[in-house]
Each structure stands twice: as C-alpha cells, then as structure tokens.
T-cell receptor, first 119, second 111 residues
Framework: GAVVSQHPSRVICKSGTSVKIECRSLDFQATTMFWYRQFPKQSLMLMATSNEGSKATYEQGVEKDKFLINHASLTLSTLTVTSAHPEDSSFYIC???????????????FGPGTRLLVL | QKEVEQDPGPLSVPEGAIVSLNCTYSNSAFQYFMWYRQYSRKGPELLMYTYSSGNKEDGRFTAQVDKSSKYISLFIRDSQPSDSATYLCAMSVLGTDKLIFGTGTRLQVFP
C-alpha cells in the first residue's frame, strides 16, 4: 500500500519552455501532497504544500508564478515549471500524506522523482 | 546552524557489519522522527518512524531517539550489499506536515 507515482521520470527541455510533472497516489486518497526539490548531494527541500481544491502554500523563496501547482483531485497533483532555465535543473520529488494509524502522525510517502534537465 | 545535522559520509562497511547512522537536531519542538532510504536516482522510501524516546525495532533495523540529547540513530544489523543507499533522517513538529531532512548519509556495504 501507499504507492505514489510520478510522471515523467526524466525530462529534458530547452530553456524557456514549460514542463509539467504529475504526482499520483495510486492506492489511497491524499488530501495533501508535497513538492520537494533535491540538488546533487543535498537534502530534500520542501517547495510547496498542495491541498486538494485549494491554492498551494509555498515555502519562503519559492516563486509561485514560476512553479505552478494544481491539486485537482484527491489522487493527482501537478507541478508546472514555467519558462524553465538551466538553474531549474534538479530532481523534483512529490510526496503524499497517507492516513496513519489511530493516534499516530500521518506519514508522507514519496514518489520516485522526476529528473529535469534544462538545456 | 542547520536544524538537522547529518554526516554525509560515505560510510563503507563489510557485509554483515552493524551500521550506525546518526542525526542531531537543534529544535526541541521536533517530536516526530523518521528514517528514509534513498537509492540513487529514486525517491525516498520510508523505513521507520517514531514519536517517542527510546528504541523501536523492525527486522534488522532499530531506530533510537534520545530527546534529551537531541540525537537520533538508525542501526542496521547484518548489513547487506542491498542496503547500500543514502539514508535520510527527517523530523517534524507533531501535528504539522513540514518535514525537515538531514543531508543524508551515503552507505556502501561491500561483499
């Protein structure tokens, strides 16, 4: 259980184009999904929290107009990198909050990640 | 000072060894602690989570939390080459969603 998928797994694009990444919870409904970015040899940094049916909450320093997040259903969230530039090249990982056991903290399960390379 | 500190390694051990991975933290409000395993070019996989001091065991893995010292550990017994990966600690304030990750420790288990 608690499987999260991402598509595509890898994308290469030209500078100035937009790229959409999908995140799906396959066997549970996720009211909240999260988007992270990970640079080589660095840890995961939370970019934004996405709640189904409402606007995403962005972390400080993350441009909301550049990283568009849509959480249209309980199983799908999308991240669109608009007008991508080489400095946006990174590993983008989503996670989904899965209901935990009674009395326990809900747990995040992560997708396999999308590697973006902007030329 | 980072909220969560973790030695990046790499840590290289022979097969069968006991591995100790550690993180320290500065925010005393952290109450929920997790360990994730991340293989190269893959997303993190949840290994263990706990929200109390003491030990929690799951198979070959033991998670240990010492809130008084703000120190958490993950022990791997009878390590296998398949355990070779980067291990990330993560923590959060109970009741919040935001996870704060360590930088990860790269572990290599050689046959």
């Amino acid at each position: 259980g608690a499987v999260v998928s991402q598509h595509p797994s890898r994308v290469i694009c030209k500078s100035g184009t937009s790229v959409k990444i999908e995140c799906r919870s396959l066997d549970f409904q996720a009211t909240t999904m999260f988007w992270y970015r990970q640079f080589p040899k660095q840890s995961l940094m939370l970019m934004a929290t996405s709640n189904e049916g409402s606007k995403a909450t962005y972390e400080q320093g993350v441009e909301k107009d550049k990283f568009l997040i849509n959480h249209a259903s309980l199983t799908l969230s999308t991240l669109t990198v608009t007008s991508a530039h080489p400095e946006d090249s990174s590993f983008y990982i989503c996670s989904a909050k899965s209901p935990g056991l009674a009395g326990a903290q809900e747990t995040q399960y992560f997708g396999p990640g999308t590697r973006l390379l902007v030329l | 000072q980072k909220e969560v500190e973790q030695d990046p390694g790499p840590l290289s051990v022979p097969e069968g060894a006991i591995v100790s991975l550690n993180c320290t933290y500065s925010n005393s409000a952290f109450q929920y602690f997790m360990w994730y395993r991340q293989y190269s070019r893959k997303g993190p996989e949840l290994l263990m989570y706990t929200y109390s001091s003491g030990n929690k065991e799951d198979g070959r893995f033991t998670a240990q939390v010492d809130k008084s010292s703000k120190y958490i550990s993950l022990f791997i017994r009878d390590s296998q080459p398949s355990d070779s990966a980067t291990y990330l600690c993560a923590m959060s304030v109970l009741g919040t969603d935001k996870l704060i990750f360590g930088t990860g420790t790269r572990l290599q288990v050689f046959p």
